[in-house]
C-alpha cells in the first residue's frame, strides 16, 4: 500500500488561508469516511486536529476544518499564525488488509 | 490526563530483536484499541500494528511475520515485540491510542522511543 499523497510544502503569510491537499484511491478515502489530520512540529510526537473527514477534537481551533471530494481529503488552515508551521499528515483507514495508511506529509511554512 | 510512555528503544545489530513496551494512564486501557506506528528520520509517519480490546492484532504487510504487538491489560502496558530486525525499520515508534468509536484515529501519543538497526 502507498502512501497517500500530499504535497511537499505549501507556505502562506500569517492571515491567510491555505489547503493541503491529500490523495488516495478508490480502496481507502474514495471508499471510507475515516480520515484524520495530524500536526507534528518538530522534535514532537504528532497531535490529532482533524477525525472523521471533518471533526475537531476538542481544544482545537476552529481554524482547522477539513473536507472530502472523491478520493481527496483537504485540509484548510484559515487566519495562518506563525504557530501553525509544522509538517501536517493525513490518514486513511483502508480496509481489513491494509488498515491504515499515512500520507507523505506536508512541510507548512508560515512567511 | 492521557499519558503514553514508550521505552525499550535502542541500538541493535541487523537480524536481532528487541522489545517495546508503552505504559499507559489516565484512561481504561482495557477498554481501546492500541497502535505502533513509526517513523524513519526525516521521513512520513507509518503504521506498523495495532491490537483490540480482545488481544487480536493486526500489523502492515512490511512488518508481518517479523513483529508481534500484545498487551497486558493488568500492567495497563502496550508491547511491540520485533524480530529479524533490518535497517529499514530505524525509527521512533511511537504508541498511540485509538477512540473509542467505530472509526480509527490516534487521539493520544507517546513521545517516542528510538530504535536504531545497524551494523
Known amino acids: 500500500q502507498s502512501a497517500l499523497t500530499q504535497p511537499a510544502s505549501v507556505s502562506g503569510s500569517p492571515g491567510q488561508s491555505i489547503t493541503i491537499s491529500c490523495t488516495g484511491t478508490?480502496?481507502?478515502?474514495?471508499?471510507?469516511?475515516?480520515v484524520s489530520w495530524y500536526q507534528q512540529h518538530p522534535g514532537k510526537a504528532p497531535k490529532l486536529i482533524i477525525y472523521?473527514?471533518?471533526e475537531r477534537p476538542s481544544g482545537i481551533s476552529y481554524r482547522f476544518s477539513g473536507s472530502k471530494s472523491g478520493n481527496t481529503a483537504s485540509l484548510t488552515i484559515s487566519g495562518l499564525h506563525a504557530e501553525d508551521e509544522a509538517d501536517y499528515y493525513c490518514?486513511?483507514?483502508?480496509?481489513?488488509?491494509?488498515?491504515?495508511?499515512f500520507g507523505s506529509g506536508t512541510k507548512v511554512s508560515v512567511l | 490526563e492521557v499519558q503514553l510512555l514508550e521505552s525499550g528503544g535502542g541500538l541493535v545489530r541487523p537480524g536481532g530483536s528487541l522489545r517495546l513496551s508503552c505504559v499507559a494512564s489516565?484512561?481504561?486501557?482495557?477498554?481501546?484499541?492500541m497502535h505502533w506506528i513509526r517513523q524513519a528520520p526525516g521521513k512520513g509517519l507509518q503504521w506498523v500494528s495495532a491490537?483490540?480490546?480482545?488481544?487480536?492484532?493486526y500489523s502492515s504487510d512490511s512488518v508481518q511475520g517479523r513483529f508481534t504487538i500484545s498487551r497486558d491489560n493488568s500492567k495497563n502496558t502496550l508491547y511491540l515485540q520485533m524480530n529479524s530486525l533490518r535497517p529499514e525499520d530505524t525509527a521512533v515508534y511511537y504508541c498511540?491510542?485509538?477512540?473509542?468509536?467505530?472509526?480509527?484515529?490516534?487521539?493520544?501519543w507517546g513521545q517516542g522511543t528510538l530504535v536504531t538497526v545497524s551494523s
Open positions: 498511540a491510542k485509538d477512540s473509542l468509536g467505530e472509526t480509527t484515529y490516534f487521539d493520544s
Open positions: 489516565g484512561f481504561t486501557f482495557s477498554k481501546y484499541d
Open positions: 491490537v483490540g480490546v480482545s488481544g487480536t492484532g
Open positions: 478508490s480502496g481507502d478515502i474514495g471508499t471510507y469516511n475515516v
Open positions: 472523521d473527514v471533518s
Open positions: 490518514c486513511s483507514f483502508a480496509g481489513l488488509k491494509t488498515f491504515n495508511v
